[in-house]
């Protein structure tokens, strides 16, 4: 047989969560291999690019989908469990589990939201609608969205100290501070105001850009944006960058919008979105090249 679409895998993986216990993917590829009768040939065959088998990278996507959902509890690190809203919907007797059926949860729709499909565009997955082009970057768009959510995921699972480090790491990247990491600089937690590093704009250090970064569970509110904007006067600048892996609340953004001093305000799906971007935290497994026929090679009339 060949190797099932991810989609139809959804319900199988999910059926084999039901005993309660811990899986890893592993063992949910067995199982539902068996279950499904995909035979070791099929299981064997590789996706285009040689990164994995085609058949394990579709049980992959359907874990991380229905984990999306909040049907799949993730535990650990490669650990997944059914949770009780994935048994409350296998109480339905579903014949099938769809991107359709996962949109009546709010962890989903969350994700998406988050996501530039938002949600997923029939003419853009349509074949006799979208170009190529078109597709390949809706599905390129689709899978960077969903490495973004998984680091947000591990960006809120990390010790606080570790938490502003990536933040540094991250804003040298981007080129703060000539991309020098040498220009960065932990500030001591005790005494520091409320800054938990600053950036060295310029060699000398005559132009300073301090940082907050805060891994928060709950919206950052404006007294926290207040009392970080007249820290920054402590540093001699007025610029500034506050992170948090939640988000702000409208006051607390309206107030940073308010003042003179420069206050950026970055949450964390955007926080997710600048790691992928800049490749913190994530690894490039594979990179596509569009060729387009140059017409200028075949013209004739450059023939001498």
Known sequence: MAVPSFASLMLPVLETLVDGEIHRPRDVSNQVAARLGVTAEDQAEMLPSGAMPRYRNRILWALHYMKRAGVIDSPGRGQYAIADSGRALLAEKPAKITTKTLERYPGYLEFMGRSVLKPLDPAVIDGDVATPEERLQAA???VRDHVAAEVLERLRAVDPLRFVRIVLE???????????????????????????GVIREDTLGLDQVVVQAKRYNTPVDVKLIREFAGSLDEHGTDKGVFFTTDKFTGPARDFARSIKKRIVLIDGPELARLMVRHRVGVTVTKTLSMARVDSDYFDPDLES
């Open 140 to 142: 390129y768009d689709e």
């Open 170 to 196: 991250v804003l040298t990247a981007m080129g703060y501070g000539g991309s020098d990491p040498e220009r960065t600089t932990l500030t001591a937690r005790s005494h520091d105001g409320g800054l938990d």
